[in-house]
């Protein structure tokens, strides 16, 4: 199958790609600025053109956004990811000047009044907001938080911190993505480690092995290798990364936050984040990992001792325990307490029968055709599919969805964690402003090209369930509905829900297979959820901790970042700090998730909930998991998060199951 008229098209040249990107940003730009100056026009005012012209301008943003700003993230070529990030700036600070025009505030404003000024006429016939009202709603939202109502030198000011922002993020995140630190070690120190991983890591012309800080390398060694010197070098090198040079840009971008913020009127930046979440306050985010701590944390200090108690057995004088012992120790003590064996379990996931796996399971569940592609991208690394949403009728034709890249593997200068991008805005409406197109997105992660470890699985899983809800909810009229859309604090439910295929046996012997073609026994599935249920409490006060660092460095005026750093992990961890590694100039989440990374666990509370709906015996039971993807997945942001899901529940969530699996009474999610 070749590229269609609905895809991207990439360049099939090195040096072409330095014009595509810039046609990329340059004409979306162009098309938003026409289309704003036709809905200023005294003619273009009637409520429906306006609002067909605003949807065309948010469509525009987002094809000169989305595309450019992954490719800042993943380009082999640094000149391309140097332009791209040039492009996402420029975007931007268009996008954010627009919302503090005071006309085109008015001319929205005047199409919301158009509307109708009775209640009932921005519902629909069943009660619910009207898509075109709550479009409206939210967009004048956003301009008020813009400081559109405010003086004009206030707003410059806005804009300025605005853009400063930007590109202070963009600097943190290069950094990370940059900044890839290595030890060099004999290869007598590799004792524990698979033999693939031996194999891999051949000795360079000075006769010792380098060791990178990029997660294939990293997390392997971290968990088998036996020399505890090698693990804490590279635990330090892998927790030093971005520093010194991040601290002095994240002070700034912290100082531009709260700056801004108080412009506006709030008491700070993290109350400004939460207005439009969930959790709508600074003080529900506080409370809420207050809550989440309270809860995990005796059972998270007996993982903890338990750990420690293993790691006496090799070094008496131990009083505590941190990152360079934690994962090794865990390994050790799930092969001796729960006979899980990782080097056992990982000889079952070969990446491409886990790739091919996580295809035909999503396939299965979602009711869905992934089409292999053969397309030129930025990578000869990436793979390409179309998805299709089988036909209901028996003799129906499937319906193209969207298309999806997976970018899996490592390489210089890439994006270095595991995370969905959205490339195209799926809108539904061919009409007006705006023509029919079909979403987009991508994958970018860093697995091993082999074997893989279990934890990659489910994050492979994990990350794909962002891509699916991205593909199933890309058939919105409106650009501000389409794909993962709804609030901050929900989009990671449906990708940690997901997660939960990775841990059945029947889901894993679809493609779980070893090199003679047996497929993992369940047996030791069992023993591998098992294991699993070993150290949750204390992963949960991890989380709580990152959670704290994420609100805490945002609510806190502070001269000396790492101090209040080890100060929250002394709280809410369980974990003690390497004194000599500074954590947050490597934690890339405070760029885009800035004080509400609490979003992960609020999200795992609602996951857990959705999950209860799924009968555990009988995972691919289409009469729910259709009914899931149809009321939760496909619906994007037409609604709020509650809502879809009290539709799909039948009931609003609650705090229970996620109680339940954490092994604690449970109290409603709103005390």
């Given at each position: 199958m070749s590229d269609g008229p609905d895809f991207l098209v990439f360049p099939n040249r090195e040096h072409a790609w330095t014009d595509f990107v810039s046609r990329r940003f340059e004409d979306a730009l162009a098309r938003a600025r026409d289309l704003v100056d036709r809905m200023r026009d005294g003619s273009s005012r009637d409520s429906a053109t306006v609002i067909d012209l605003w949807n065309g301008v948010e469509v525009a943003l987002r094809e000169g956004e989305w595309l450019v700003a992954f490719l800042a993230e993943v380009h082999p070529e640094r000149s391309v990811r140097t332009l791209a990030e040039e492009g996402y700036l420029r975007v931007q600070s268009y996008a954010n000047?627009?919302?503090?025009d005071a006309s085109l505030y008015g001319v929205l404003l005047a199409a919301q009044q158009g509307l109708g000024e009775g209640?009932?006429?921005s519902l629909d016939v069943e009660g619910v907001e009207?898509?075109?009202?709550?479009?409206?709603?939210l967009t004048l939202r956003d301009f008020r938080r813009a400081g559109v109502e405010l003086d004009e030198v206030t707003r410059e000011r806005l804009s300025?911190?605005?853009d400063r922002e930007t590109e202070l993020g963009q600097d943190f995140s290069r950094v990370i993505r940059e900044d890839v630190r290595s030890i060099h070690v004999a290869?007598?120190?590799?004792?524990?480690?698979?033999t693939d991983y031996v194999a891999d890591h051949a000795p360079g012309p000075d006769g010792l092995v380098a060791i990178t800080t990029d997660y294939p390398d990293?997390?392997?060694?971290?968990?088998?290798?036996?020399?505890?010197?090698?693990?804490?070098?590279?635990?330090?090198?892998?927790?030093?990364?971005?520093?010194p040079e991040n601290e002095a840009t994240l002070r700034e971008l912290l100082a531009a936050r709260n700056e801004r913020a108080r412009l506006l009127g709030y008491a700070g930046w993290p109350d400004y984040a939460a207005e439009d979440k969930m959790l709508s306050t600074g003080k529900g985010v506080a409370d809420f990992i207050d809550r989440v701590a309270a809860l995990a944390r005796a059972s998270g200090e007996r993982d903890r001792d338990e750990l420690l108690e293993r790691l006496r057995r090799d070094r008496p004088d131990a009083t505590g325990i941190d990152s360079a012992d934690r994962g090794y120790y865990s390994e050790l003590l799930r092969r001796e307490v729960y006979d899980v064996d990782a080097q056992l379990v990982r000889q079952y996931f070969d990446f491409e029968a886990v790739r091919a796996g996580l295809l035909d399971v999503t396939g299965r569940l979602f009711g869905l055709r992934y089409e292999p592609v053969v397309s030129t991208t930025w990578h000869e690394d990436v793979v390409t599919y179309d998805v299709y949403r089988l036909a209901v009728k028996t003799g129906g034709a499937d319906e193209l969805a969207g298309r999806i890249?997976?970018?899996?593997?490592?390489?210089d200068g890439k994006f270095k964690h595991a995370a969905q991008f959205p490339l195209v805005v799926g809108v539904n409406a061919s009409q007006g402003a705006v023509a029919r197109v079909l979403p987009e997105g991508a994958l970018a992660c860093n697995f091993s090209r082999g074997l893989m470890e279990h934890s990659d699985v489910v994050t492979l899983f994990h990350e794909f369930g962002h891509l699916i809800h991205d593909v199933l909810a890309g058939n919105q009229d409106f650009a501000r509905f389409s794909g993962v859309a709804t609030e901050w604090d929900f989009v990671e439910a449906p990708s940690q829900m997901l997660e939960e295929w990775a841990w059945s046996s029947d889901v894993l012997r679809l493609f779980a297979l070893n090199e003679d073609g047996q497929p993992i026994p369940v047996e030791l599935v069992r023993r591998l959820n098992a294991a699993k249920d070993f150290g949750k409490s204390a992963d949960v006060c991890t989380q709580m901790f990152y959670a704290a660092v994420s609100y805490y460095l945002h609510a806190r005026d502070t001269d000396d970042i790492t101090t209040t750093v080890r100060e929250l992990r002394a709280r809410y961890d369980v974990f003690d700090d390497i004194a000599t590694t500074h954590f947050h100039t490597s934690f890339g989440h405070l760029e885009g998730y800035s004080s509400v990374y609490y979003t992960y666990m609020w999200s795992l509370v609602i996951a857990k909930d959705l999950f209860s709906s799924f009968d555990p015996l009988n995972l691919f039971d289409t009469a729910v998991s259709y009914r899931y993807r149809d009321d939760v997945l496909a619906r994007g942001g037409v609604r709020d998060a509650a809502d879809l899901v009290a539709d799909f529940l039948g009931r609003p969530y609650d705090f229970s199951a996620f109680a339940d699996w954490l092994k604690v009474d449970s109290t409603p999610i709103s005390s």
């Open positions: 000047a627009l919302k503090q209640m009932a006429s009207a898509p075109d009202a709550r479009l409206l709603r300025w911190l605005v290869p007598s120190r590799l004792g524990g480690l698979p990293y997390v392997p060694f971290s968990q088998f290798c036996d020399d505890a010197d090698a693990r804490r070098e590279l635990t330090s090198a892998f927790l030093n990364r971005g520093w890249h997976l970018d899996l593997f490592p390489r």
